[in-house]
Each structure stands twice: as structure tokens, then as C-alpha cells.
């Protein structure tokens, strides 16, 4: 089994054009779920079956690597279309798995959502799985990617089919 990521990255916001490529992005938020043997598109389809949706207003794009170059391949929430509260997941196709950081988050200013925690997302998503048949594994991994202030235990679910 390859290795995977702990944490997603974003840009800084307010960066001087002769910093060096690796300073212009830092940790962002942990990767909590990793789907084994599995496609994007039937982690995708699996999500949309209980009602998760591409969000109509996208949300900010994060990346899987430190030089931030693979940007998210796809990203959903839930409840559909309701913007000031919901869940939150973005995903990337990781060689034959897929890489998901799952969230809660509420509408802080306009467009500028507030992470509140990763677990109870986790939980969430990984609920949906299970009840679709698929074999689940809390607390599988550790990724060594504790948050404490946006509660992150630093463990990550396995999901596989």
C-alpha cells in the first residue's frame, strides 16, 4: 500500500512574488478518510445517493501537496444547497484510492466559511458507507495530523468495499 498524505494545503494569502515556490502554501485542513482500491467517481456516486451534492458556489480550492500543484478533484456537501451550515468533503484520486478530508463548517462572513470540526464529518461520511454495504474501519490509521482547536484526533477511516 503506498503512502498517503496527513494534511491538504492552501495558498497564503499575502505572499511576496520573490519567496520561493514551497513557502507560498501551508497546512490547511487534515485528511481524515481514505477510500482503498476504489475510484473517484464511485466514492462520488456513493456520496450523491445520500443526497451530497457539488456545492453551486464553490468553495475554496485546497491541494494534496506542499508545493500546492494537485489541486482537489472534487468536492460536496450536505445538506444540498444550504450554504451558512454544512458538511464538507473534498477528495482526490490518490493512484488506485481515493484521499478525502471531510468537515463541518458555518458561513462566517460572505463566502468565507468557519471550519467548527473534522470528526463528527468523519463519522457522517463514513456512516453513509457502512450503511451502503461497504466495510469500514475507525481509527485505522494514524496520520500523526492532530488538530486540536478544530477538533482532528489524527487518525483517519479506511473504507473499502
Known amino acids: ?9 492552501k495558498h497564503k494569502r499575502l505572499v511576496s512574488s520573490l519567496s520561493p515556490a514551497s513557502s507560498l502554501c501551508k497546512a490547511s485542513d ?3 478518510l481514505l477510500f482503498i482500491n476504489v475510484s473517484l467517481s464511485t466514492v ?3 456520496l450523491s445517493s445520500a443526497s451530497w451534492e457539488t456545492p453551486r458556489v464553490a468553495a ?7 508545493g500546492c500543484s494537485r489541486h482537489q478533484d472534487a468536492q460536496l456537501t450536505f445538506p444540498p ?30 463566502c468565507r466559511h468557519e471550519v467548527h470540526h473534522f470528526e463528527g464529518a468523519e463519522d457522517r461520511v463514513s456512516d453513509i458507507f457502512e450503511k451502503s454495504g461497504w466495510k469500514v474501519s475507525r481509527k485505522s490509521r494514524k496520520l500523526q495530523n492532530p488538530e486540536f482547536e478544530r477538533y482532528n484526533d489524527g487518525f483517519c477511516t479506511e473504507i473499502k468495499r
Open 60 to 66: 475554496g480550492t485546497l491541494y494534496l501537496d506542499s
Open 30 to 32: 487534515p485528511v481524515n
Open 1 to 9: 500500500m503506498q503512502g498517503f498524505p496527513a494534511w491538504t494545503y
Open 44 to 46: 462520488c456516486k456513493t
Open 81 to 110: 444547497s444550504i450554504v451558512w451550515r454544512r458538511f464538507h468533503i473534498r477528495l482526490w484520486q490518490h493512484g488506485n484510492d481515493v484521499v478525502g478530508s471531510a468537515h463541518y463548517e458555518t458561513l462566517r462572513s460572505f
